[in-house]
């Protein structure tokens, strides 16, 4: 990922002190780019001393209040594994209702999961009652939810740097896959995730392969001081072209 | 973050193929455990091509069916940042009714926002709109939301390497934020977040040197196979406890 890096940072010499050195820098945007949702995994174990390492990179998220509300639940049993498994197949039976042809056919084609591939599935889950009052909770009451998804992204980069491929499956029924895991009814299972050395880190998203959607060019997606004010042709939107341009619609 | 790796990693000879070097995941590691909610900035701009390049990582955030639900508002205009600290302390003040003392002295004593310091905030939004028929959200339509916390934590982390803090201000009502951005009613502005090179990285989370929470111990949060089975004695569980130790309460 050396083409993030157009020469050395530009940073204000006080801000300098606290950035990384430019391999540093390269190795957490390598994670950040090379990252991909994984369907297709190698049967091969993950350790549990690689395992621990992931979990605890989740639990270093940031959260509302510090209220760290999440849950990690491992599925390694192969019965709860085919439920939900199951529970799959009739979401996604389910979900392809709501496309037309020649989307469905589309979609039924697609490996969407590795439920049972991987070695090992992780439900993680977000407790809305682990504080009485949380502070910063009252205006915006989802961002318990929000706190345990950036710790899901923390884990997926720590599992990318470890060669760990991590598939996020969102075609599932929360009150199930709560049957089939013993989960209370308060507690929201917000990511159910295969974890497994992969066959491959594709060089692009799956359903970008596929012909399913493109990545959005970057610069219709930035605004400034109001949402209908683009960033206009600014110094910014230039880098920011420059990056897509770089990564290419590879990534 | 040597303390993270305690040898070479033991992982399987085909998953290894994909891992990163031990500097490279130290340097992914360090972004995590290092990343903190920043509330005190510097007036240093953050340049151009540094804001690009931190945007740029979030727009390579995972998505549900490819979504690309985020927008980008960068907020720099002075009367709309008082207007947002306005709004900010108004919530504030009213989150404060529901803490008792002690605690509610405490509250108002924390500094809980950069609004105006920072030199930019800027504005993560989630468009539900964004596609007709999403693959994977039939059966979980908040998935949109968390594709989008998950891109926020792809920026905090590439913030933390380029030595730029980020502090996430939720105390903030919806509404009044999308009338002072223009934003549209259907368009969730899921973080607003302050950015700017910080007086420091402190070495915990400020709410724990301020007394408010502490760290939970990681091996009371896990579980396998059902919620009820806690991990136990396992190796898991002592790699966990080993990690807890290592990094010290005060990560």
Chains 1, 2 share one sequence.
């Not at 991590?166 to 013993?182: A, F, N, T, Y």
């Not at 959005?216 to 230039?238: A, C, E, F, Y």
């Amino acid at each position: 990922m050396s083409q993030q890096y157009d020469g050395p940072p530009d940073l204000p010499v006080d801000g300098a002190s606290f950035a990384f050195s430019e391999k540093e820098r390269e190795a957490v945007y390598r994670a950040i780019y090379q990252r991909r949702d994984i369907r297709n995994f190698r049967p091969d174990p993950i350790s549990d001393r690689t395992l621990a390492r992931i979990i605890h990179a989740a639990h270093r998220g940031p959260s509302v209040g510090f209220m760290q509300p999440w849950d990690f639940i491992l599925v390694r049993d192969a019965e709860r594994r085919r439920q939900v498994k199951d529970l799959f197949d009739r979401e996604r039976t389910a979900a392809a209702c709501f496309f037309d042809e020649p989307r469905r056919s589309a979609y039924l084609s697609l490996k969407l999961e590795g439920i049972e591939e991987a070695p090992v599935n992780l439900c993680v889950t977000c407790d809305p009652t682990r504080a009485d009052v949380v502070l910063g909770r009252n205006s915006m009451p989802e961002t318990d939810v929000y706190s345990t998804c950036c710790a899901v992204q923390n884990l997926w980069l720590a599992a990318r740097s470890e060669g760990v491929g991590v598939g996020w499956v969102s075609i599932l029924k929360l009150p199930q896959l709560r049957g089939i895991l013993g989960i209370p009814p308060h507690i929201i299972p917000v990511a159910y995730l295969c974890l497994g050395y992969p066959v491959e880190f594709p060089g692009e998203p799956g359903l970008q392969t596929a012909g399913w959607r493109n990545r959005l060019p970057i610069d219709q997606l930035v605004h400034t001081d109001d949402w209908h004010n683009p960033v206009g042709d600014g110094r910014l939107s230039k880098y920011l072209e420059a990056l897509d341009a770089e990564a290419g619609p590879a990534q």
